[in-house]
């Protein structure tokens, strides 16, 4: 398999440290975790962004978000869990990969404002209508 995310998934690459799988998804420990639990939720089949994803592998993600996400706030007593994903380019595994995050008050884990002003605040209502056009189209 040429895919890191394929192979992590699927068991083939070594010292993974696997914390729950099923027949749809793989959830391991990740290697630079950013706090203690950080984990990694991967589906068995290859995809890349997360619209690509089958009905029954996007309910087993979630589903075991929401089960691990109770076990990480039951072990590491967090001030909340981060849960999020990459698509694209940003996605480094080039493999749909969920991140679940505790999260400390003062980790310094941060959702940064645009380096450029966009001024996308002012066009919500215009943006509403052209995500509704597609939408109901």
């Known amino acids: 398999m040429e895919c890191l995310g394929c192979r992590i998934a699927n068991g083939i690459e070594p010292n993974l440290n696997i914390i ?3 027949e749809l998804i793989t959830c391991v420990l990740d290697i630079a975790p950013f706090n203690e639990g950080h984990i990694l939720i991967l589906p068995k089949k290859h995809y ?3 619209e ?3 009905q029954e592998t996007a309910y ?3 589903d075991t978000s929401k089960m ?3 076990v990480l706030k039951r072990l590491f007593k967090p001030d909340g869990i981060s849960i999020c994903q990459n698509g694209g ?3 480094d595994l080039t493999h749909y990969h969920m991140h679940l995050i505790p999260r400390y008050e003062g980790d310094g884990f941060s959702w940064n404002e645009p380096l450029h002003p966009h001024g996308a605040e002012n066009r919500l209502p215009q943006t509403k209508e052209e995500i509704l056009r597609i939408l109901l189209n």
Do not use: A, G, P, R
Request: aromatic content about 12%; glycine content about 0%; proline content about 0%.
């Open 20 to 22: 729950y799988e099923n």
């Open 60 to 62: 087993s993600i979630m």
């Open 89 to 91: 380019k940003f996605n």
């Open 48 to 50: 890349l962004d997360v």
């Open 52 to 54: 690509e994803i089958d």
């Open 68 to 70: 691990l996400s109770t």
